[in-house]
């Protein structure tokens, strides 16, 4: 079984900074493509950001050069470091792992149970 939990979201003014973490455990063998979503009342989730292959990054239009994307394979790690917030990024945050198990034999997605980040004005 594979979790993934996530830490570091909570409440900032606007122009600050938070960083998540998604750090998964379990029976993992190898995890390849990693991203991030979000999801704001009302709207439907987007992909914030992720790692392509190769392991190059796309982003979302609207935090590009605000937010990056990492990730630590050693650790089962990945981040989102995000700066200079606006209200508009206020949002749940979840984390997203392509796992290969073990146990299966084959590749599964899974999802962080998700962090609350409100940017206020």
């Known amino acids: 079984q594979v979790e993934l939990v996530e830490s570091g979201g909570g409440l900032v003014q606007s122009g600050g900074s938070l960083t998540l973490s998604c750090a998964a455990s379990?029976?993992?063998?190898?995890?390849?493509?990693m991203g991030w979503h979000r999801q704001a009342p009302g709207k439907q989730r987007e992909l914030v950001a992720t790692?392509?292959?190769?392991?190059?990054?796309k982003y979302l239009d609207s935090v590009k050069g605000r937010f990056t994307i990492s990730r630590d394979d050693t650790k089962n790690t990945e981040y989102l470091q995000m700066n200079s917030l606006k209200p508009e990024d206020t949002a749940v945050y979840y984390c997203?792992?392509?796992?290969?198990?073990?146990?299966?034999?084959?590749?599964?997605?899974?999802w962080g149970q998700g962090t609350q980040v409100t940017v206020s004005s």
């Open positions: 997203t792992m392509l796992i290969y198990v073990p146990a299966e034999g084959s590749y599964s997605r899974y």
């Open positions: 379990g029976d993992i063998g190898t995890i390849g493509a």
């Open positions: 790692f392509t292959s190769g392991n190059n990054t």
